[in-house]
């Protein structure tokens, strides 16, 4: 999973985030940052039943956190989410080849920017993906 601080840097640089179903935020500095909360249509539990697990579903949560405002989260983008927003990037700049690499315990994307080679390497995929992402929009905030 995205770590917050990465997933900070990407909201700070200006990727920006449509919230849909499935998808992970943390409400940060509110002494819930290891929480991850998940957008659904329904609450679900694991809850011990007569002493055997079982998944509960609850209609709704009144009980819980009555809201947040969407700029006081922090997106967790996953690593499909950022594989296409990286992909989105590189075909609007007319690059079609990148790649991702598995080699001596870390993951490396790889492409082609500017008539240079660039690597961002990463113990998860997700990161890497988030490192090549985090360049391009760096990238984009310094054209003139």
Not at 32 to 41: G, K, S, Y
Not at 86 to 103: I, M, T
Not at 120 to 133: H, K, L, P
């Amino acid at each position: 999973m995205l770590s917050l601080d990465t997933a900070r840097k990407l909201s700070d640089a200006g990727l920006t985030w449509r919230p849909a179903r499935g998808d992970r935020f943390i409400v940060p500095d509110r002494g819930m940052d290891a929480q991850v909360f998940v957008i659904n249509d329904m609450a679900t539990t694991i809850e011990t039943l007569r002493g055997w697990p079982a998944v509960t579903f609850h209609g709704t949560s009144e009980w819980a956190l009555d809201y947040v405002w969407l700029a006081e989260v922090v997106w967790l983008p996953t690593e499909e989410q950022l594989r296409t927003a990286l992909q989105e990037r590189l075909v609007a700049a007319s690059v079609v080849v990148y790649d991702l690499l598995y080699a001596d315990g870390a993951y490396t994307c790889r492409f082609a920017w500017d008539d240079q080679a660039l690597a961002f390497r990463a113990a998860e995929a997700v990161e890497a993906y988030a490192g090549a992402v985090l360049h391009l929009l760096r990238a984009s905030q310094s054209l003139p």
